[in-house]
Protein backbone atom coordinates (compact mmCIF):
# COMPACT_ATOMS: atom_id res chain seq x y z
CA UNK A 1 0.00 0.00 0.00
CA UNK A 2 2.95 2.60 0.82
CA UNK A 3 5.31 3.42 -1.49
CA UNK A 4 8.75 1.80 -1.67
CA UNK A 5 11.76 5.20 -1.41
CA UNK A 6 13.34 6.00 -4.72
CA UNK A 7 16.63 7.13 -3.34
CA UNK A 8 16.98 4.15 -0.35
CA UNK A 9 20.99 5.15 0.12
CA UNK A 10 19.36 8.48 1.48
CA UNK A 11 16.88 7.08 4.09
CA UNK A 12 17.07 7.62 7.53
CA UNK A 13 16.57 4.20 10.06
CA UNK A 14 13.51 3.88 11.85
CA UNK A 15 15.75 5.01 15.36
CA UNK A 16 16.75 8.09 13.38
CA UNK A 17 12.62 8.60 12.28
CA UNK A 18 11.47 8.41 15.48
CA UNK A 19 14.85 10.67 17.09
CA UNK A 20 13.61 13.47 14.88
CA UNK A 21 10.13 12.80 15.35
CA UNK A 22 10.86 13.21 19.58
CA UNK A 23 13.20 16.60 18.80
CA UNK A 24 10.79 18.38 16.48
CA UNK A 25 8.78 21.13 17.50
CA UNK A 26 6.24 21.53 14.78
CA UNK A 27 5.19 19.52 11.49
CA UNK A 28 2.39 20.05 8.51
CA UNK A 29 -0.51 17.68 8.76
CA UNK A 30 -2.14 16.91 5.42
CA UNK A 31 -6.14 15.71 4.74
CA UNK A 32 -8.68 15.66 2.45
CA UNK A 33 -10.10 19.05 2.42
CA UNK A 34 -12.89 20.34 1.07
CA UNK A 35 -13.37 19.78 -2.71
CA UNK A 36 -11.12 17.48 -2.91
CA UNK A 37 -8.32 19.98 -2.08
CA UNK A 38 -5.53 18.48 0.24
CA UNK A 39 -5.68 20.47 3.62
CA UNK A 40 -2.04 21.00 4.98
CA UNK A 41 -2.08 22.54 8.72
CA UNK A 42 0.75 23.37 10.51
CA UNK A 43 0.49 22.22 14.05
CA UNK A 44 2.84 21.27 17.16
CA UNK A 45 2.73 17.98 18.12
CA UNK A 46 3.60 14.89 20.71
CA UNK A 47 5.44 11.83 19.87
CA UNK A 48 5.19 8.96 21.89
CA UNK A 49 4.97 5.36 21.65
CA UNK A 50 3.83 5.21 17.91
CA UNK A 51 1.37 7.96 18.82
CA UNK A 52 1.51 11.21 17.05
CA UNK A 53 -0.89 13.69 19.21
CA UNK A 54 -2.26 17.46 18.64
CA UNK A 55 -4.64 19.61 19.65
CA UNK A 56 -7.27 21.67 17.99
CA UNK A 57 -11.00 23.50 18.51
CA UNK A 58 -13.96 21.37 18.93
CA UNK A 59 -14.82 22.64 15.46
CA UNK A 60 -13.21 23.46 11.88
CA UNK A 61 -11.93 22.55 8.99
CA UNK A 62 -9.06 19.84 10.35
CA UNK A 63 -11.80 18.39 12.80
CA UNK A 64 -14.56 18.00 9.42
CA UNK A 65 -11.57 16.91 7.23
CA UNK A 66 -10.67 13.82 9.88
CA UNK A 67 -14.22 12.67 10.52
CA UNK A 68 -14.91 12.64 6.47
CA UNK A 69 -11.98 10.67 6.53
CA UNK A 70 -9.17 9.80 9.10
CA UNK A 71 -6.25 8.92 7.37
CA UNK A 72 -3.50 11.56 7.31
CA UNK A 73 -0.14 12.26 6.28
CA UNK A 74 2.32 14.77 8.73
CA UNK A 75 5.63 15.41 7.88
CA UNK A 76 8.47 16.93 10.21
CA UNK A 77 11.35 18.79 9.02
CA UNK A 78 14.19 18.24 11.04
CA UNK A 79 16.62 20.52 9.19
CA UNK A 80 16.70 22.38 6.44
CA UNK A 81 19.79 23.97 5.44
CA UNK A 82 20.03 26.46 2.45
CA UNK A 83 23.49 25.70 0.76
CA UNK A 84 23.27 28.54 -1.85
CA UNK A 85 26.98 27.49 -3.41
CA UNK A 86 25.20 24.15 -4.50
CA UNK A 87 21.82 25.56 -5.28
CA UNK A 88 20.56 22.74 -2.80
CA UNK A 89 19.53 22.06 1.02
CA UNK A 90 20.86 19.74 3.46
CA UNK A 91 17.39 18.38 4.87
CA UNK A 92 16.44 15.53 6.75
CA UNK A 93 12.75 14.52 7.42
CA UNK A 94 10.52 12.37 8.24
CA UNK A 95 6.75 11.58 6.68
CA UNK A 96 4.25 9.34 8.59
CA UNK A 97 1.31 7.97 7.44
CA UNK A 98 -1.63 6.84 9.71
CA UNK A 99 -5.15 7.22 11.03
CA UNK A 100 -6.42 9.95 13.34
CA UNK A 101 -8.85 9.28 15.92
CA UNK A 102 -10.38 12.22 18.46
CA UNK A 103 -10.14 11.32 21.97
CA UNK A 104 -13.37 11.05 23.41
CA UNK A 105 -12.57 9.64 27.02
CA UNK A 106 -11.45 12.30 29.31
CA UNK A 107 -8.66 10.60 31.03
CA UNK A 108 -6.90 10.12 27.63
CA UNK A 109 -7.30 13.09 26.92
CA UNK A 110 -6.42 14.71 29.99
CA UNK A 111 -3.36 12.73 29.64
CA UNK A 112 -2.61 13.73 25.86
CA UNK A 113 -3.09 17.58 26.46
CA UNK A 114 -0.51 17.53 29.94
CA UNK A 115 1.79 15.34 27.71
CA UNK A 116 1.82 17.74 25.53
CA UNK A 117 2.07 20.71 27.72
CA UNK A 118 5.30 19.21 29.51
CA UNK A 119 7.27 18.84 26.23
CA UNK A 120 6.64 22.58 25.24
CA UNK A 121 6.89 24.02 28.45
CA UNK A 122 8.55 21.08 30.55
CA UNK A 123 9.94 23.63 33.89
CA UNK A 124 6.53 25.16 34.11
CA UNK A 125 4.93 23.84 37.68
CA UNK A 126 2.04 21.40 37.81
CA UNK A 127 -0.44 23.88 39.63
CA UNK A 128 0.54 26.76 36.33
CA UNK A 129 0.20 24.34 33.80
CA UNK A 130 -3.29 22.48 35.35
CA UNK A 131 -4.87 25.74 35.63
CA UNK A 132 -3.85 26.73 31.88
CA UNK A 133 -5.15 23.03 30.81
CA UNK A 134 -8.84 24.12 32.99
CA UNK A 135 -8.92 27.97 31.60
CA UNK A 136 -8.76 26.11 27.37
CA UNK A 137 -10.40 22.71 28.58
CA UNK A 138 -13.88 23.20 27.17
CA UNK A 139 -13.04 23.56 23.26
CA UNK A 140 -10.31 21.55 23.50
CA UNK A 141 -10.21 18.24 21.40
CA UNK A 142 -7.25 16.39 20.96
CA UNK A 143 -6.15 13.95 18.36
CA UNK A 144 -4.08 10.69 17.95
CA UNK A 145 -2.97 9.52 15.43
CA UNK A 146 -1.62 6.13 14.78
CA UNK A 147 1.62 5.98 12.91
CA UNK A 148 1.07 2.74 10.39
CA UNK A 149 3.80 3.83 8.20
CA UNK A 150 6.81 6.09 8.62
CA UNK A 151 10.03 7.10 6.42
CA UNK A 152 12.52 9.19 6.60
CA UNK A 153 15.32 11.03 3.99
CA UNK A 154 18.70 13.26 4.50
CA UNK A 155 20.51 15.06 1.48
CA UNK A 156 22.50 12.83 -0.56
CA UNK A 157 25.36 15.56 1.51
CA UNK A 158 24.60 14.39 4.44
CA UNK A 159 24.38 10.62 3.58
CA UNK A 160 28.14 11.25 2.04
CA UNK A 161 29.43 12.65 5.47
CA UNK A 162 28.43 10.15 7.40
CA UNK A 163 29.73 7.59 5.47
CA UNK A 164 32.77 9.07 5.54
Not at 89 to 102: A, E, K, P
Not at 105 to 127: C, F, G
Not at 132 to 160: D, F, N, Q, S
Amino acid sequence: MFREMRRKRQALSAQECIALLEKGSSGVLALEGDGGYTYAVPLSYLYEDNKIYFHCAKTGHKLDAICRNPRASFCVIGQDQVVPEEYTTYFRSVIVFGTIRILEEEEEKRAAIEKLARKYHPLDTAANRESYIEKEWAPLCMLEMTVEHMTGKEAIELTRLRQE
